[in-house]
């Protein structure tokens, strides 16, 4: 069965053809590079170029799987979370095509879309494993009892790992978004700085939860006390202590739950210290460490499609007026 997915719960429009579960026919996605010119992305803008951007979107998708609307078996689309204006894009456009095929439709949790970016690209990957989704919007650390069965182990307290980097690099005066910047200037900075751990003190010891935002501030008032400070060493050593934060509560996640599969997903993956580090500790640990292509690790709407395939296969097709969800938690009753 071909199913087609749709992506528009941020910045990027995106639209693929899954072939079964876990081949991708075609996969298109285009980023929205205006919203660099304002530091972050901005709501309405995002959903006028989701609108401006979808049909041409779905039309090469299908075109590059060479396939026909007619050809489909199942039209899936991201329904939470995400900004509502740019849900509110590719969910309708999705209920309607499916309507109109007389075709099942489903809607997809984005959370879950990133887990199953891992499934895409290591289609031997089995559950049980321990998922962390690191990106700009979302820092979640998942157990993966089954396909579309999970438990939240833990979750940011504030910023999102990627959401630090973006803004340590605004500090730094790099573009936005700049975590792939920030690494870049990274490279040639010793970690000179220490900058303080995140939630390892008295009662969070044992917390799997993140917190990111006090080490942008630490950022912050050093950049403001050494005005002069080496920027590419400013850059290594916040690397080194998200690197570090991430790298700990993934190791603590592992031993507790006793997993021996550790998936990462989400933009911040595509990180190559991060993939370094950890890659140190599935050796010390014993665990083995799934990490998708880039293209897999950013938004993208094959993701989105293999989530539906398998919902669609468990739980039968969503209803037409299932809601867009600014905010829902992964694996909520229903959807
Ligand atoms: O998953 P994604 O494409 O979009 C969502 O947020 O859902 O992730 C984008 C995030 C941005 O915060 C970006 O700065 C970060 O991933 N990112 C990186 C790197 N490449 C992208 N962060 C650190 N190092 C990188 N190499
Ligand atoms: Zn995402």
Redesign the pocket.
């Given at each position: 069965m071909l199913t087609l997915g749709i992506e528009t719960?941020?910045d990027e429009t995106a639209a693929a053809v899954l072939d079964g579960r876990t081949t991708v026919r075609s996969s298109v996605v285009s980023s929205q590079f205006i919203h660099a010119n304002y530091g972050g992305v901005v709501p309405e803008l995002a959903a006028r170029a989701h609108a401006r951007l979808i049909v041409p979107v779905v039309r090469n998708a299908l075109a590059a799987a060479a396939c026909r609307p007619a050809d489909l078996g199942c039209v899936c689309a991201t329904h939470a979370p995400g900004l509502m204006g740019a849900l509110l894009v590719g969910l309708p456009f999705a209920k309607a095509l499916a309507w109109s095929l007389e075709i099942p439709f489903v809607g997809v949790n984005?959370l879950e879309?990133?887990v199953f970016a891992l499934r895409l690209s290591h289609p031997d990957l089995e559950p049980p494993f321990l998922a962390a989704v690191l990106?700009g919007?979302?820092t979640e650390l998942l157990e993966v009892h089954d396909w579309c069965d999970y438990s939240e182990l833990g979750s940011t307290m504030d910023d999102a790992v990627g959401e630090a980097f973006d803004k340590v690099a605004k500090l730094l005066g790099l573009g936005y978004p700049g975590g792939a910047a920030l690494e870049e200037l990274a490279r040639s900075g010793r970690p000179a700085i220490r900058f303080p751990a995140p939630l390892q003190d008295g009662a969070h010891r044992d917390s799997l939860d993140f917190s990111f935002s006090g080490l942008k501030t630490a950022v912050l008032y050093h950049l403001h006390d050494h005005p002069n400070a080496n920027r590419a060493d400013v850059a290594c050593s916040f690397q080194d202590a998200a690197i570090e934060a991430v790298n700990r509560r993934l190791v603590q996640a592992v031993e507790r739950r006793r997993l021996g599969i550790v998936g990462i997903s989400?933009?911040v993956a595509a990180n190559d210290a991060l993939r370094r580090r950890l890659a140190r500790s599935a050796d010390e640990f014993g665990f083995r460490l799934v990490v998708p292509p880039l293209d897999l690790c950013t938004?993208n709407a094959a993701m989105i499609a293999a989530v539906g395939a398998e919902r669609l296969a468990r739980f039968g097709p969503s209803p037409l007026d299932l809601a867009a969800r600014a905010r829902l938690p992964i694996g909520a009753p229903g959807v």
């Open positions: 719960s941020c984005h879309g990133h990106s919007g979302h989400g933009g938004d």
